[in-house]
């Protein structure tokens, strides 16, 4: 990862993505997360990695992110989430 | 000096630069050249070889890594699209890497072959189209040819990703000469380790079909690297208790004696395979008449040789043409063979076809 | 011995004879033709190249040749071979040259499935490498010509050869391509500069190759450290002028500049990651090749 943006690897379709920095975290978060994380825990956790400016705008980053990693099936929502 | 190469590997030890220069060539003209790396690898032989020929050698052992890592996936994306339509039975290449045999490694292949049930053909065919798999002939001829005559779907390709998938449908032409018993041996099909839903062949199954592909197709373009894969199944095999003893009797009841008897003579003349003891004369009960062993000799010793100039010849070119009317033969009555050949050769020269002027332009390669 | 060293008549012969085996570092080559303009393109461009003995471990056989057939008199045609292959469709007789020089480098990007291989330019100053990247039409051979000529050394015009782990380019020094106003621009610009024959009529027009200086070929053993990633923008008459680009953007350039990066899937992307880290990555625009070279000089070297 580097600054503003990454690149993931999908091994199970064995494409390259470009993704945005939050979105590199979130699915890093969601990686050790093996029961995955509803978008309020995210958003503590992210928020916990950033200086926390404003509770909203941090939750508004995470929405983000899960719509472009859902987008390019990096990950998907479960019922309940 | 390929196969002397693939017998026996120690054989390198001592190559000058000139020999090295063939044998490269060779194995590359064969699409063994990931297959020597791995065998080099393996023997701890790598260090020794001079520069030039190592780097070739490196460079094809990463292509086969990265080749078995996409076999793998590609298979795993197939098995989502199946699940829950048919049990996912893999052939060849595939069936090779799953299984865990030494004979995977560096072994490069193009198509994916799956087989499933006849009565689920249809099922899959559409299960396959809604995840993208789309078929490569668009020409009524070859739909027919395919469904008719040959125990497997015309290729289809990944609309996304451009992989190719073989759908059989059985071991070998069901109207063909030598008809083998292809509902037994899905029905002993056995579950591959860890992965829920995916099935290779049992053993003695899998170097049957091996040698029927070998034996009873025509396209001996990779005739070598197929005789590599019955020589590694035997090995492999060979080591597990019942294996030798079933070989026979099993190729009896499914009807490939024949091919087994081919597989068996030209693996052990060819590459040195080890045979167990009373197999080989047990196996006799599938010889053709001695006239057409003779024969049979000389068109497949020379067609299974590296298909490149400095391992031909004047007499290869023939014999890979009558081995290749030999496979029409045993898979179509004759007349109709005669109509097939001739309108697969014009067909063939209506393709010479110019590229646009400038940058060259790849042909296509199948199974590169 | 070097190809210059052969008479003209010396070499024809036996590039259609037995072929001429010559070392283009990191490989050995072997070519075999009876076309007149092969010969003429190789002793232009490939003077200073080491001819090799016999017996030498050869990387590739190559063999540019007239389709067999009736073809041969009516708008002739080239054939390429690559040992007993022929991975292409043949093209028109007169651009036989050229189609040695895209043949090689396609040859070269499947055999070297080790490295990271990128359709770039590669050039070094002061130990340090840039790399170029660019599909063809981006201009990067004509500004690679224009460093190359202001005294940058040349590692590569097509194929930069990375060793993901070390971060070292291993050189391909060879002709550089330049087409159309590119070859009148360096003419201009390098009155010295010599080129090879000019194939009239390729799909990207006039095409023709830049003699690399003797140096850059004697060096040729030399791996440098690749320190900068420089995308080029040829903009006419702009101001030349570097910027700074995101590596993540950058990396999605490289792989899609990268042969077989598709091929080599993780591995591929693995390697992309650790050259990309290691790198500065840049933009770089420019409207003319003298003001670019000055301004490579300027700002990169500057850096060091």
Not at chain 2, 115 to 127: A, W
Not at chain 3, 67 to 91: C, E, I, K, M
Not at chain 3, 164 to 170: C, D, E, F, M, S
Not at chain 3, 273 to 280: I, L, N
Request: hydrophobic residues 45%.
């Amino acid at each position: 990862m580097w600054e503003g943006s990454g690149v993931v690897f999908d091994r199970r379709t064995g494409d390259t993505h470009l993704v945005s920095a939050p979105s590199q975290v979130v699915l890093a978060i969601l990686r050790d997360s093996p029961l995955g994380a509803t978008d309020a825990e995210l958003g503590r956790r992210l928020g916990g990695m950033v200086s926390p400016e404003d509770e909203e705008q941090v939750l508004e980053a995470v929405r983000e992110a899960l719509i472009e990693l859902q987008r390019i099936r990096l990950v998907e929502q479960l019922e309940g989430d | 000096m390929l196969t002397k190469v693939l017998a026996d590997i120690q054989s390198i030890t001592g190559f000058d630069e000139s020999q090295w220069d063939v044998v490269v060539r060779q194995a590359r003209s064969a699409v063994l050249l990931s297959r020597l790396a791995s065998l080099t690898k393996a023997a701890g032989l790598l260090p020794v070889i001079p520069e030039g020929p190592r780097r070739h050698l490196e460079s094809a052992a990463r292509a086969g890594a990265a080749h078995g890592l996409s076999v793998r996936r590609e298979t795993l994306l197939l098995l989502e699209s199946m699940r829950g339509v048919a049990p996912l039975l893999l052939l060849k290449g595939a069936a090779y890497e799953f299984a865990g045999l030494p004979t995977a490694e560096g072994r490069l292949f193009g198509d994916l072959d799956i087989l499933v049930p006849r009565d689920k053909l249809e099922e899959v065919e559409s299960v396959l189209m809604r995840a993208g798999w789309v078929t490569t002939s668009h020409n009524d001829y070859d739909q027919r040819y395919y469904r008719r005559w040959m125990h497997e779907l015309p290729p289809l390709q990944q609309i996304s990703r451009g992989t190719i998938l073989d759908v059989h449908h059985a071991i070998s032409p069901p109207t063909g000469r030598i008809r083998a018993d292809s509902k037994a041996m899905m029905d002993s099909a056995v579950p591959v380790d860890k992965v829920d839903g995916l099935y290779v062949l049992a053993p003695v199954d899998m170097l049957l079909h091996s040698a029927t592909h070998l034996f009873q197709e025509g396209e001996l373009d990779h005739g070598l690297r197929d005789l590599v894969d019955i020589d590694g199944l035997l090995r492999h095999y060979g080591a597990r208790p019942g294996f030798w003893d079933q070989l026979v009797p099993r190729a009896q009841e499914v009807g490939l004696a024949r091919p087994l008897f081919y597989a068996l003579r030209y693996a052990a003349m060819i590459l040195d395979t080890p045979i167990r003891q009373g197999v080989m004369s047990a196996a006799k009960v599938g010889a053709p008449t001695r006239p057409t062993q003779a024969l049979m000799d000389f068109l497949y010793v020379r067609a299974l040789r590296p298909n490149h100039p400095t391992s031909s010849d004047g007499w290869t070119p023939v014999a890979r043409w009558i081995l290749y009317v030999r496979a029409h033969w045993l898979r179509m009555p004759l007349p109709l063979l005669a109509y097939h050949l001739t309108r697969k050769a014009l067909v063939k020269s209506d393709r010479q076809v110019e590229a646009p002027v400038g940058q060259p332009d790849e042909r296509p390669a199948r199974e590169a | 011995m070097k190809v210059s060293d052969l008479g003209r008549k010396n070499l024809a012969f036996r590039l259609a004879r037995g072929g001429l085996a010559l070392r283009i570092s990191p490989f050995t080559v072997r070519i075999r033709s009876g076309i007149s303009e092969v010969a003429d393109g190789i002793a232009t461009c490939y003077a200073d190249y080491e001819l090799l003995p016999d017996g030498a471990f050869i990387d590739f056989h190559i063999r540019l040749d007239p389709p067999s057939g009736l073809r041969r008199w009516f708008r002739p045609q080239v054939v390429f071979h690559f040992d007993s292959a022929q991975p292409f469709y043949p093209l028109p007789y007169e651009q036989a040259f050229p189609f040695l020089e895209w043949g090689l480098n396609w040859c070269i990007a499947q055999t070297t499935l080790q490295f990271v291989v990128v359709h770039s330019a590669v050039v070094e100053r002061g130990g340090d490498a840039v790399i170029l990247p660019g599909p063809a039409g981006t201009g990067k051979s004509t500004l690679c010509a224009g460093l190359v000529m202001a005294g940058w050394r040349l590692l590569s015009d097509e194929l930069a050869l990375i060793d993901a782990r070390t971060g070292l380019v291993t050189p391909v020094p060879r002709p550089i391509s330049l087409k159309n106003e590119s070859i009148d621009v360096i003419r201009i610009a390098y009155p010295d500069a010599i080129l090879g024959p000019v194939a009239p009529h390729t799909r990207k027009g006039r095409l023709a190759h830049l003699r690399p200086p003797a140096d850059s070929v004697a060096r040729a053993g030399e791996r440098a450290r690749l320190r900068w990633i420089v995308i080029p923008h040829y903009v006419p008459d702009s101001q030349a002028a570097f910027s700074p680009c995101p590596k993540g953007p950058a990396f999605m350039r490289l792989a899609g500049d990268a042969f077989n990066y598709a091929g080599l899937g993780e591995f591929a992307f693995q390697d992309l990651v650790q050259t990309v880290d290691r790198c500065e990555c840049l933009n770089f625009q420019y409207g003319r090749i003298d003001e670019a070279a000055i301004s490579f000089d300027r700002t990169l070297m500057g850096h060091s």
